[in-house]
């Protein structure tokens, strides 16, 4: 990183806005003439101009002192926002809603209360419309609360009604919240620990799902209620290494966004999760003509703008649609195609938006172009890109794809030939396998094989592939240990070693004759 290239949450702001959001601020901003030449506009030209942070550089080219540098670039950040809200209001019902409460108690304070419950009913029904139940709720208690503090227009059985209104949101909202709860915390569990390693692991997610999933009818849950559920049962079912049912709920996450036109606008980035998991399901079941099915469906999509696009979808389109398609060379063992037709599109686009992806999604990115440069006989770059992962300062972060990353470095290492400080390199492994608590069967035999591989003879080295290739075969369908083959190939690339073949090769004669 350039010595001076440091991040900055108003320059990535405005890296984020687009030309008309641009042009909304500017002409947000003018409408009062002194602010043509305010120096926080002219801070605003600037920094619009520049690619990192350079203090000594907007000192420089605007009327700021240092000084006053910090509270410029506040209010500069602040006047931002503001221009932003007021042009994505019509786009955002929620902060359409907000901004009608407030109008709303605005209108209250002034004493207007037939005014104020105008326009609490407009927000309640925009609120009903999109399912805002927390919101409504906000809205039904602040007219409660006028009903019964005023005389208005009120009948006698209005507070009844206001009560089984409030009453029966509190109930939804509690639905609500305990799906989406489950629903976000196994997420988190997925990312943080992968899938189940053992038979406690089983147990303790099994109960988990169960002790906490409240008891539902799926006939009267709600758009967002079915959404939660189908996200817990995913994330369930995946971190269970069941990819079927994980088939099945993710499934039945697509479809119900393509029969609720609206949802599917108001929520893109729920429906392109739900997209990515059902291609992912597809993968790991190894079933291609379905994989591929969806995987053209989804290009489509996006290619004829049926997604909202803004920041946030920019990014997961991104990740999607460039981890599915290398997926896609995996399964044809069409690497080398791969990194012809996919490296210098990803790499071009990564760049635009680079400092807005998290460390999981980059992380998972670099061990896709890692194993397919792998695939296509290249180890130098799989070496430079999974040492992008172990040197990954986030050890609790996906955990099992670390542990993958240095079985594939120490293969790549021996592929490359680059062993001269084998025994060191496998004792890092071991050391980090144990730390991890990470330490199983498929992995202790690989670890063991390569610290003895140099005490072998050249003329021996197939036969010891040979063993190893008996000694992990038997753990293919593992419930647990058959985790490290859905990450790491490992079958084809001892065949490679057997058959004196390339890993290429391998894998596309067992894609073909699994096609016949």
Request: glycine content about 2%.
């Amino acid at each position: 990183m350039h010595k001076n290239k440091k991040l900055d949450d108003l320059l990535l702001l405005i890296q984020t806005l687009s030309k008309s959001e641009k042009r909304n601020f500017k002409l947000y901003s003018n409408r009062i003439k002194k602010n043509k030449h305010a120096k926080f506009m002219k801070l605003f030209e600037v920094m619009s101009k520049i690619n990192f942070y350079d203090e000594k550089k907007i000192l420089k080219s605007t009327p700021i002192n240092k000084t006053q540098l910090s509270n410029v670039k506040a209010y500069l950040y602040q006047q931002i926002l503001i221009s932003l809200k007021l042009k994505h209001t019509k786009e955002n019902h929620d902060i359409q809603i907000r901004e009608y409460l407030d109008f709303s108690k605005i209108l209250y304070n002034k004493g207007l209360y037939i005014q104020s419950l105008k326009l609490l009913e407009k927000s309640k029904i925009i609120a009903r419309n999109y399912e805002y139940n927390t919101i409504l709720l906000e809205l039904v208690e602040f007219e409660k609360m006028i009903e019964s503090q005023h005389i208005t227009r009120s009948i006698y059985s209005k507070s009844g009604e206001l009560s089984i209104e409030s009453q029966e949101l509190i109930e939804k909202i509690h639905c609500n919240n305990a799906l989406s709860n489950i629903s976000l915390e196994l997420y988190g569990l997925y990312l943080k620990v992968g899938c189940v390693k053992n038979e406690k692991d089983k147990v303790f997610i099994e109960t988990y799902f169960r002790t906490n999933l409240p008891k539902f009818d799926i006939e009267k849950l709600s758009f967002y209620e079915k959404l939660f559920l189908y996200q817990a049962q995913v994330w369930y079912h995946y971190i269970r290494q069941d990819f079927i049912m994980c088939y099945r709920s993710s499934y039945k996450w697509v479809k119900l966004f393509q029969n609720h036109k609206k949802e599917k606008k108001e929520s893109p980035v729920s429906y392109l999760k739900g997209y990515h998991y059902l291609l992912d399901s597809l993968f790991f079941l190894n079933h291609y003509s379905k994989f591929v099915d969806v995987l053209n469906k989804f290009e489509k999509e996006v290619k004829n703008g049926e997604f909202l696009i803004n920041g946030n979808t920019k990014i997961l389109i991104f990740m999607y649609l460039y981890t599915n398609r290398i997926n896609k060379h995996y399964m044809e063992g069409s690497f080398s195609e791969g990194v012809k037709k996919i490296i210098p599109s990803l790499f071009m686009d990564l760049k635009k938006i680079s400092n807005r992806l998290d460390s999981h999604y980059i992380m998972v990115l670099y061990y896709k172009i890692a194993c397919l440069y792998f695939g296509s006989g290249d180890n130098e770059n799989t070496i430079l890109y999974l040492l992008k992962i172990i040197e990954n300062k986030k050890k609790d972060l996906r955990k099992d794809l670390q542990c993958f990353a240095r079985i594939l470095y120490l293969i790549a290492c021996y592929e490359s030939g680059l062993d001269e400080n084998m025994d060191q390199k496998i004792q890092s492994a071991y050391r980090f396998f144990v730390k991890m608590g990470d330490w199983y069967i498929v992995q202790k035999k690989i670890i063991h094989f390569f610290k003895n591989l140099g005490k072998v003879y050249p003329h021996q080295i197939k036969n010891q592939f040979k063993k190893l290739k008996e000694k992990l075969i038997k753990y293919y369908d593992h419930p647990y240990e058959k985790r490290t083959f859905l990450y790491l190939d490992i079958i084809s690339w001892l065949n490679s070693k057997i058959e004196n073949k390339s890993v290429e090769i391998i894998i596309k004669e067992k894609f073909e004759k699994f096609q016949k």
